[in-house]
């Protein structure tokens, strides 16, 4: 949803991010450049790369074991508001399951989903091309 619609919306407080997802976001970004930098360090001191290493493994998994509760509580109240047979089904929905729809379509939508999918893209490719030029070209 773009800004000015989302500020509008009745979801708005279950659509904004709280202190906590910032909080494993820069964890997973933090994770997703120690784990990229692996290679470089590798190539200037082994200790700095295994450091970089375990802070990266590390940070994936608090940061995945966040992204797994979030995920299995939406399921969990999907589940527990039948809103799949009601669907396919095409019954009526109450005003509670548009407001739970309402907020998983809101986070599935999240810029930091986004800009956490191009962060890693973007070092994926750089780290990519920095240890070809290390291993075969250098």
């Known amino acids: 949803m773009p800004d000015n619609k989302?500020?509008?919306c009745s979801e708005y407080k279950n659509c904004k991010d709280s202190f906590a997802s910032w909080i494993f976001f820069i964890i997973g970004l933090v994770a997703t450049v120690?784990?990229?930098?692996v290679t470089v360090l590798i190539h200037l001191d082994p200790i700095y790369a295994k450091i970089a290493w375990y802070i990266g493994v590390g940070g994936f998994f608090v940061f995945f074991v966040y992204k797994f509760k979030v995920s299995q509580a939406r399921t969990q109240s999907i589940a527990g508001r039948g809103l799949v047979d009601k669907i396919r089904q095409q019954k009526k929905l109450t005003p509670e399951d548009y407001s739970l729809i309402s907020s998983i379509l809101c986070g599935l939508s999240s810029k930091k989903e986004k800009i956490n999918y191009l962060f890693i893209f973007a070092l994926s490719a750089a780290a990519l091309l920095i240890a070809i030029y290390m291993d075969f070209i250098k």
């Open 6 to 8: 989302c500020l509008n």
């Open 34 to 37: 120690a784990v990229r930098v």
